[in-house]
């Protein structure tokens, strides 16, 4: 039997819990990032320019399916591009219900060595990466809450889905990373996992080699990996 679903009290709560979490463990900072979750009739968002290490569940942003504020203190000026991972992963059959954006040490350093046309954040360098995230399309700069940076996303999301390999994530070059799923405690693991493995890549010399091919055919085959 499916858990039923939280109420926006409980969601408002699950918000600030993560935040707390993020913040004290470092994957934040000051007022850099944000979290929002899907409800029935619109959006919560935390506020523009607020710590995520003490947020009120009070004056978490609530907007309707347009955007437009219903509640709360200013909504972060990341709301288009949350909205467009909710409607882009939705038409493609992986409906999120949490985004997570954070300005993460290790993959906006990593993001500042890359190439941008194609590429993608990191290779395929451990397992865990491999199921727990997947590939990560890496999007060129634009200014923070440039809608091009929305449509880039929901392209990339569309694009991944299509090739058969969905995506759970997407770097923001030089802003950090967006990461979606099913709910803000699988979303806070997904971030993890990225922080982390691009953590091991920078600490990583020389820089090891991907998996082989046969080594993700057989993490496909086991844990369904989209790889």
Known sequence: ???????????????????????????????????????????????????????????????????????????????????????ATQEQGEAAHCVIHTHSTHCVALSLQSAIEGAELLPAITPYFVMKVGHVPLIPYHRPGDPASAALVAQAIKRYAQAGTPIRAAMLARLGPNVWHADAKSAMATLEELEETAKLWHLASPKPAGLTPDALHELRQSFGAPW
């Open 1 to 87: 039997m499916n858990a039923s679903p939280l109420t926006e009290s409980r969601l408002r709560e699950e918000i600030c819990r993560v935040g707390a979490s993020l913040f004290a463990r470092g994957y934040v900072h000051a007022t850099a990032g944000n979290i929002s979750v899907r409800l029935p009739d619109g959006f919560l968002i935390t506020p523009t320019d607020a710590c995520l290490g003490f947020l009120d569940p009070a004056a978490l942003a609530k907007v309707d399916v347009n955007l437009q504020q219903v509640s709360g203190d200013k909504a972060s000026k990341t709301i288009a591009l949350h909205a467009a991972i909710y409607s």
